[in-house]
């Protein structure tokens, strides 16, 4: 009986193995990373476009924000093949460039006639190039976005909280165009009993572990004249970093942070702004253009009740930049696949539908095409912000400079230490340091 | 009443003692278990019902906090839901009625079989590794014995982190990053110093006199081990490997690091669970939910042997 | 299974001959016992030294470079004590050794306090005391990690059921405190889920105490007509001593290395008033990516906890001989 057994199990095995290795090595398959947020919802839907027009499979490994750089970078740094296709973050450009993470995507362009100039050029810059502003391409501007603010159309548009607002500071009441006004109007709402419920001015991202407290504070800083660097290139960061502007920029964050947020937002970013928004708690959040398609939409707080605006201006007009480029893992088993891939994302029809599905496109057909102002409500704003972003270090080291602005930003507005000079003054020690360590400067 | 204290020893309580003792007892655990009794509830609730204000205590259950945790959901307009047909489940239906459909299968299963297979892997690994070592210290003279079971122990003690940073490298070298068997080779490596630890003292207390016995009688020193020495130590066993799979279940600051996609544990998956915008707190109590039941069936059938296992090791120190 | 011990001895030697085919039994009985043992123990000792020295001693000959794990192409060069020089200096790394000591020390006092009353309430052997010792121990059973991640729902200040509670008993409004969010109170909110965590486990050591302590001693005190008051402190504490120190010494090593708890409830926040060492270490090696400083760290971390383990088990073992 044994004897018998083995050629048999021997040979439906063999007969299994001969059916599955062709389907296995014909499973043309791409795993596409992504953060896990609205547009990658969108991304799912259009890439069925994709599939059906050349059989690859998409798969699609989408990490939560909180965890994404961690995670993603973790495995790019371990070698892991998880991903293809990877959207990541564009201050990650630096470092994934340098180490050989990304393939370099020039040759590929010129072979393919993808030209760069078909996109819109503050997003190649920050998207795609390192070192900065220079043609070298590590990916494809994927998805543009800006940190931008909306607010309750409906209380705004109240005949007695416009009477009350009137009265009280001598102005109309509507979106705010500078910080001033922004700060002046949150505190307005703020305590405010409006349909019998209190409300608070404005919800702000706060969060401590990964990016949100600087993404929020930037928003404040920039417009108030914060820069890097005294001259670009030269990491001469003393009198840019810490100069006045910055200074009352980032004391007017924790202003708005102390007067304005709603109670348990200490530690917030996008999720916690749209909860705070769509339960009615804030008359005002900030959070990325990503997630105002589907705000707009929304069955509480959309349609008419929401309006747009984008970030104030005080000294200079600024806005935080957001939004990521499309890059092909190094370490991938499919490169014939991820830049077909690209290939066919790049296409304008493409781009036109992912802006219609809810993504950024970034590409010149869409962007000035006449009806793109009109196409939705915060497509004008989105024209403005993004031709006045200013971006985080995309250096090798960012995640180290990130870190210590984290700390620095988190310790003086929520935990309430120190001035705001002291904490930039901080940042000037900490940035000298790391950037003496990677022998900048 | 105090008559009948000389019938009892004087060290038995008063009856008003005990009670007062009970009372205050049963209140203390009452308290604790009100945390995890609103994990329980709150799995049960919709999405809305969670984060309401004040705390529901009453409200309608729903399964939305499964459905949400087993499945991926993308919204959808009216018009395209309606044209889909009959909805195929209750999910389906719950989902819908948010005007989302289900677009699949969500992480949450692969990453709880993951948990599974690393979990009792390793804690198989552990005992069996584990046994056979105790059983070398106990009974022979092995050399430098003393300075080789604190060695074992005091790997312990060094904080994950600490000991990630190393790994991490080693595993990136080898191929072991984010696989089921670099997890399962570390959960052993950790747990086999308490399981040589404790089973040392278990085995200690089986007297040599049965082997000794049994070897007389024609057994050879494996045999003897086997069929002696190793039912008598079942009781032990069973103590080690309830500690063994209570860690590898639990662990996390290993998981996090080491595991980002397909070897990933439940634990680092269970607190990225989010819903459309803020999280779904229904959903990641439903997650808590089901992984906290196989733990909970562990304690419950075994306490006998956990019991005898943490006094056991306090008394051996 | 155990009962059926005697059986065995009488039947198995013919089962067990019989059942191992010869050429195996020859073999496994030519083994002497030192093979055997070597045969034990080796698969142990070959695991442990390539899970855990191998790595520590890469991880020593790493805390002397300024090696980076996300810097495949970087020069490896050699800085000598530049690390832990940095890391021994470094303001931030002293505050979350300072933070780490406080959660230490909090804990420890809160579990040893209510651990060792509900050992003692319920060594008074009430009826259903082994059933409510089994409620009681669920807590320690689950995952800090999970069971923390949903602690942080608990204490939203809105809608969180802790901030409600409290608020039901003292008529604060819940929503006028922030468990999570401020600086005061940020560290109690994780020594409290510790403590509701891990009480059991100090109980469960403390009981082990009470019960080791033989019944004649209470009962010669109570021919001597020692008041309950002097049996507590002259019998019951003294001979318990040696457990309530050991359940500090587990539970102080256990929390000097806290990392999951701490990060999913507040992440170190907020600032850095929660970053326990940790986080410091995890944020320093996996995000920053520096790991011949972490690995410094590390190491100094290590030599910490096997220098304070050491002095406190000597001073355990004085206290047991006593």
Same mark, same amino acid.
Request: aromatic share 14%; hydrophobic share 45%.
């Given at each position: ?23 296995? &090595? ?358 403005? &912000? ?56 | ?63 939305? #906090? ?56 390793s804690t198989f690994l552990a005992v069996f590794l584990g046994t056979l070592a105790a059983y070398g210290f106990s009974r022979f003279r092995v050399p430098l014995a003393d300075d080789l079971l604190f060695f074992i122990l005091s790997t312990r ?31 052993t490596a950790v747990n086999v110093s308490l399981a040589v630890w404790l089973l040392k003292g278990f085995m200690d207390e089986i007297p040599r006199e049965y082997e000794e016995a049994a070897m007389i009688d024609g057994y050879t020193r494996l045999q003897a081990f086997r069929k002696v020495v190793l039912p008598q130590a079942t009781t032990g066993i069973a103590a080690t490997a309830i500690f063994c799979l209570?860690f ?28 459309? #915008? ?8 439903? #997650? ?14 075994l306490?006998k042997q956990l019991?005898r296992g943490i006094t056991f090791g306090a008394v051996r120190k | 299974m155990i009962n059926s011990d005697t059986t065995i001895l009488e039947k198995e030697p013919e089962r067990a001959a019989a059942s191992t085919p010869v050429s195996l039994a020859r073999r496994i009985g030519g083994l002497s016992d030192r093979a055997i043992a070597w045969l034990f123990i080796t698969p142990t000792i070959a695991l442990l030294l390539a899970i855990n020295i ?48 406080? @959660? ?26 082994? @059933? ?29 059921? @802790? ?45 082990a ?15 001597? =007509? ?20 050991l359940?500090?010494?587990? =539970? ?61 088990v000597?001073?355990?073992n004085?206290?047991k001989?006593?």
């Amino acid at each position: 009986m044994k004897t018998m057994c083995r050629p048999l199990l021997g040979a439906t095995m063999a007969l299994g193995l001969s059916t599955a290795l062709p389907s296995l &090595a014909q499973a043309d398959e791409l795993t596409l990373c992504w953060a896990a947020w609205d547009p990658a919802n969108a991304l799912v839907e259009l890439s069925k476009d994709f599939t059906a027009q050349t059989g690859t499979q998409m798969k699609f490994e989408f990490v939560p924000w909180p965890n994404f750089a961690d995670r993603i970078l973790n495995e790019l740094n371990s070698g892991g093949k998880l991903c293809d296709l990877l959207i990541g973050d564009s201050q990650w450009i630096g470092g994934s460039a340098e180490n050989g993470y990304y393939v370099k995507l020039n040759d590929f362009f010129d072979k393919e006639g993808i030209k760069m100039s078909d996109f819109a050029e503050a997003a190649v810059n920050a998207y795609s190039t390192w070192p900065k502003g220079t043609p070298n391409y590590w990916a494809l501007p994927a998805m543009g976005d800006a940190n931008a603010w909306f607010y309750r159309k409906d209380w705004f548009s109240k005949p007695e909280i416009q009477a009350e607002f009137k009265a009280a500071t001598g102005r109309d009441l509507a979106a705010p165009t500078t910080w001033d006004e922004l700060l002046e109007t949150a505190k307005f709402f703020n305590g405010k009993e409006i349909d019998g419920k209190k409300v608070y001015g404005a919800a702000i991202f706060t969060e401590r572990a990964s990016e949100g407290i600087t993404m929020g504070a930037t928003q404040a800083l920039y417009p108030y004249g914060f820069k890097y660097e005294n001259t670009p290139g030269k990491y001469d960061m003393d009198g840019a970093v810490n100069s006045e502007g910055a200074i009352k920029g980032l004391e007017a964050y924790k202003e708005l942070y102390k007067c304005c947020t709603p109670p348990g937002y200490t530690d917030a970013y996008m999720g916690e702004t749209l909860d705070a928004f769509k339960s009615g708690q804030a008359a005002m959040a900030m959070n990325w253009f990503a997630f105002f398609p589907g705000l707009a939409k929304d069955e509480n707080v959309g349609g008419d009740k929401i309006g747009f605006f984008v970030n104030p201006k005080e000294a200079t007009a600024a806005s935080t930049l957001g939004g990521q480029g499309i890059s092909v893992v190094a370490n991938t088993d499919n490169m014939d696949g991820a830049l077909a891939y690209i290939k066919w994302f790049a296409q304008p029809d493409v781009q036109k539908k992912w802006w219609q599905l809810g993504g950024y496109a970034v590409h010149n057909d869409v962007l000035n095409d006449p009806s793109f102002k009109d196409s939705q409500p915060f497509a004008a704003d989105f024209l403005v &912000a993004m031709n006045q972003v200013q971006d985080f270090w995309q250096e090798p080291a960012y995640a180290i400079l990130l870190q210590s602005a984290q700390k620095r930003f988190h310790d003086y507005v929520v935990a309430d230490q120190g001035t705001a000079k002291e904490a930039l003054d901080g940042l000037v020690k900490d940035w000298t340091e790391i950037f003496e360590d990677e022998g900048k400067l | 009443m105090s008559n009948a204290t000389s019938a009892h020893s004087v060290v038995e309580p008063s009856a008003t003692t005990k009670r007062i003792a009970g009372i205050i007892v049963v209140v203390y655990a009452i308290v604790t278990m009100v945390p995890l009794a609103w994990i329980f509830m709150t799995s049960f609730k919709s999405p809305p019902d969670s984060i309401s204000y004040p705390p529901k205590l009453v409200f309608t259950p729903t399964l939305e #906090g499964y459905c949400n945790l087993f499945t991926t959901r993308t919204r959808q307009t009216a018009e395209y839901i309606e044209s889909l047909g009959p909805p195929q489940s209750t999910c389906d239906e719950i989902t819908r009625s948010r005007n989302m459909v289900i677009a699949g299968p969500s992480n949450y299963w692969p990453r709880f079989t993951n948990s599974m297979v690393i979990a009792f892997g390793s804690t198989f690994l552990a005992v069996f590794l584990g046994t056979l070592a105790a059983y070398g210290f106990s009974r022979f003279r092995v050399p430098l014995a003393d300075d080789l079971l604190f060695f074992i122990l005091s790997t312990r003690m060094m904080p994950p982190i600490a000991v990630a940073i190393p790994i991490y490298l080693m595993y990136r070298e080898l191929g072991l990053s984010d696989t089921a068997l670099g997890m399962i080779l570390l959960y052993t490596a950790v747990n086999v110093s308490l399981a040589v630890w404790l089973l040392k003292g278990f085995m200690d207390e089986i007297p040599r006199e049965y082997e000794e016995a049994a070897m007389i009688d024609g057994y050879t020193r494996l045999q003897a081990f086997r069929k002696v020495v190793l039912p008598q130590a079942t009781t032990g066993i069973a103590a080690t490997a309830i500690f063994c799979l209570i860690f590898a279940w639990n662990e996390y600051a290993f998981a996090v690091l080491l595991t980002s996609g397909s070897a990933q544990t439940a634990p680092p998956f269970i607190p990225t669970i989010i819903g459309e #915008g803020g999280m779904d707190w229904p959903a990641v109590a439903a #997650g808590t939910t089901i992984f906290l039941v196989p733990i909970l069936v562990f304690t419950i059938l075994l306490r006998k042997q956990l019991l005898r296992g943490i006094t056991f090791g306090a008394v051996r120190k | 299974m155990i009962n059926s011990d005697t059986t065995i001895l009488e039947k198995e030697p013919e089962r067990a001959a019989a059942s191992t085919p010869v050429s195996l039994a020859r073999r496994i009985g030519g083994l002497s016992d030192r093979a055997i043992a070597w045969l034990f123990i080796t698969p142990t000792i070959a695991l442990l030294l390539a899970i855990n020295i191998f790595p520590l001693i890469w991880a020593i000959r790493l805390s002397f470079t300024n090696y980076r794990a996300n810097r495949p192409n970087a020069v490896l060069e050699n800085v000598g004590l530049q690390n832990y020089q940095r890391v021994l200096t470094d303001s931030d790394i002293w505050i979350a050794m300072q933070t780490t000591a406080h @959660f230490v020390f909090w804990t420890i006092l809160l579990q040893t306090l209510i651990g060792f009353s509900l050992a003692y309430l319920i060594d008074r052997k009430f009826r259903g005391h082994a @059933f409510w010792t089994t409620v009681i121990l669920i807590p320690m059973m689950l995952s800090p990690a999970v069971v923390g991640n949903f602690w942080r729902f608990l204490y939203q200040p809105q809608i969180g059921l @802790f901030n409600y509670i409290v608020s039901y008993i003292t008529g604060v409004p819940p929503s006028s405190f922030e468990m999570l969010g401020s600086v005061s109170l940020a560290p109690w909110s994780i020594i409290i889920v510790d403590t509701w965590m891990w009480t059991p486990y100090v109980m469960l050591i403390c009981l082990a105490g009470l019960r080791s302590i033989p019944d004649y001693i209470y009962e010669a005190a109570e021919v001597d =007509r020692a008041s309950a008051w002097r049996q507590f402190w002259s019998i019951t504490i003294p001979m318990a001593l040696p457990f309530i120190m050991l359940a500090v010494l587990f =539970r102080g090593i256990e929390n000097f290395k806290m990392f999951d708890m701490v990060m999913l409830l507040t992440g170190g926040g907020p600032g850095s008033t929660t970053e326990v060492a940790s986080i410091t270490l995890k944020r320093e090696a996996f995000e920053s990516w520096r790991t011949g400083r972490a690995s410094a760290f590390a190491i100094i971390l290590f030599v910490a906890v096997f220098g304070l383990a050491n002095i406190y088990v000597k001073a355990l073992n004085r206290v047991k001989q006593r």
